[in-house]
Structure formats: C-alpha cells, structure tokens
C-alpha cells in the first residue's frame, strides 16, 4: 500500500507540474496577441521580444519564405501607424504539449488605403487561426491565417 500512495502522490505532482508548464505556454503566447493590439506600445514590443526565440518565425504561406522577428515587428509598427485601434482578441485557445492554436478576432479601421483599399473609415471584423510552437518556453513559430479577403470586402463596402 506505501508504494502505491508514493505513486499516487508521484502522479500528482507530475500532473501538477505539466499543468503548470501547460500555463505558462498559454501565458506566453497570449504576449504576442498583446502586441498586436497594441503594436506601437514599447512594453508590449520588449515582452514580444522576451516571448519569443531569436529565429522566430511567422509562416503565413507555403511560399517557402517566412518573416523574421524583426520584419515582423516593422510590420507591426506600420500597423500601429495604419490602423490605431487595432484589436487582436482571443475568441479560444487550446493547447497540445508545446503547441497551441489560437482562434481570434481581428478588427480595425485603417486610417488610409489597406492593401490598396480605400475603406473611407470603414472598419473590418475577421476571423484570424494561428498554430505557435513552442520550445523551452519560447514561440519558435507561428503558422497563421488572417481572413484578409472579408477584411477587403467589408472596407470598400461590398
């Protein structure tokens, strides 16, 4: 009977343990919705900084080519710029080991053409997916998918 209390006890702070590193993945992850809410605030961009490996990368196609950390936040800054109300809201999120996949809602109301459109204040509302993995407690990549063609339709009124 000692040993299988030892194990039940064993199994408990293992469990504990993994959940606790389960969190603090999440936690990690929810850094890179912060910034792009908020792509123009310094605090969000050093915690992006700290969440994420030197060779992140941000794959959007299967072209072969990703972004790099530092392109990735140039773009978010010209974000910031374009669209000042920017939101990036986590709508669920699910984790399995180092991987956790986000669905979230962007929206926003670009303050000149986006992509060429010219959405004369218009607002978009999309449907955004994102895949980050994660290694030693750091996003080394994120697969993602934006809904870029509603955001289109909706700016130019159609």
């Given at each position: 009977m000692h040993i299988k209390h030892l194990l039940g006890a064993a199994t408990v702070a293992f469990a504990a343990c993994a959940t606790s590193?389960?969190?603090?993945?999440?936690?990690?992850?929810?850094?890179?919705?912060?910034?792009?809410?908020?792509?123009?605030?310094?605090e969000h961009v050093e915690a992006f900084q700290g969440a994420t490996s030197d060779g992140w990368e941000s794959i959007g196609d299967y072209s072969g080519k990703a972004k790099s950390r530092e392109a990735f936040l140039g773009q978010m800054g010209g974000f910031a710029q374009l669209m000042p109300d920017i939101e990036w809201a986590i709508q669920d999120m699910h984790q399995?080991?180092?991987?956790?996949?986000?669905?979230?809602?962007?929206?926003?109301?670009?303050?000149?053409?986006?992509?060429?459109?010219?959405?004369?204040g218009r607002s978009f509302d999309i449907l955004t997916i994102d895949i980050h993995e994660l290694e030693d407690g750091k996003?080394?990549?994120?697969?993602?998918?934006?809904?870029?063609?509603?955001?289109?339709?909706?700016l130019s009124g159609k």
């Open positions: 590193v389960f969190a603090d993945n999440k936690a990690t992850v929810t850094v890179f919705y912060d910034l792009l809410s908020d792509p123009g605030n310094a399995d080991g180092d991987t956790v996949i986000v669905r979230s809602r962007a929206t926003g109301t670009p303050v000149g053409p986006f992509f060429g459109v010219d959405g004369q996003i080394v990549r994120t697969y993602h998918v934006e809904d870029w063609a509603t955001a289109l339709q909706q």
